[in-house]
């Protein structure tokens, strides 16, 4: 384990110019923007127009898993990810549907949800969606910061060739950054968060996806190609869901189901 976090590291901070032209047809990995580009481009207030966040840190106890379904019901939950998260997104939902970001974002932190907290400064929220922990993700939020920082980060399977319970199936990534990135210098606490939990998927038996395609989504809808080896994913080999369903194992956190 030690050789693979050693690997995985030396993966991260490999310079990006050297991979980023790897990258084949990204375009395929969402549909199209919204119908209204006017409102694709429209630049929103930082996360931190929601207020102080520092109320989120009482949900990462007890540790390690804090109580997820417990912050999901928060209603200051729910305020900050409509003020942080306006991309459009339709990697969920029907076609056309366009379903608003901060209200998918629960959903992929439902089952097996977790809440961390690291270094006193990063918080982390991960899960899947219910029965189907092939779409998931990982909310990441920086509260070291006088604007804090956040990145959802979420997966979904792809279809077009074999199926999840499958070690070869691939999976898209997206990466929506509560404001504007460089997808050249992401923070270092964010790849290691992704690479991270992957490495907990793996322990828990749990799908560890193969990512395709990624991408970084602005808060103005713009579209960037990402490489995935840089931002966290990849590091270890994959694997299909073996475990057993178990929506939490924390006695203090309510069902999640």
Known sequence: MRLTLYVATALLVLPATQIRAQITS??????????????????????????????????????PIGEAANLRLDERFQAFLQSAFHQPQSMWG?????????????LFLTQYGQVRSTDNRYITVDGCVPNFCAASGLLWIDLGQVHPL????????????????????NYNLWLFASRPLSPDALPYALTQAIAHWNFRLAAAHRLVPHIQYALLVEPS???LPLHPELIGANVIAPQ??????????????????
Do not use: C, M
């Not at 990204?26 to 630049?43: G, V």
């Open 26 to 63: 990204p375009d395929k990995l969402i549909s199209p923007p919204p119908r209204n580009p006017a409102e694709q481009h429209q630049i929103h207030p930082p996360a931190d127009s929601s207020g102080d966040l520092q109320w989120l840190w009482r949900y990462a106890r007890p540790a």
């Open 94 to 106: 029907p076609p056309g549907a366009q379903e608003p970001l901060a209200t998918i974002i629960p």
């Open 150 to 169: 956040s990145v959802f980060a979420a997966v979904n399977w792809n279809p077009s060739a074999h199926t999840t319970d499958q070690p070869q199936a």
């Open 221 to 223: 809808g713009n579209q």
């Open 240 to 257: 299909p869901e073996s475990a057993t369903p178990q929506p939490n194992s924390n006695p203090h956190q309510a069902d999640n189901n």
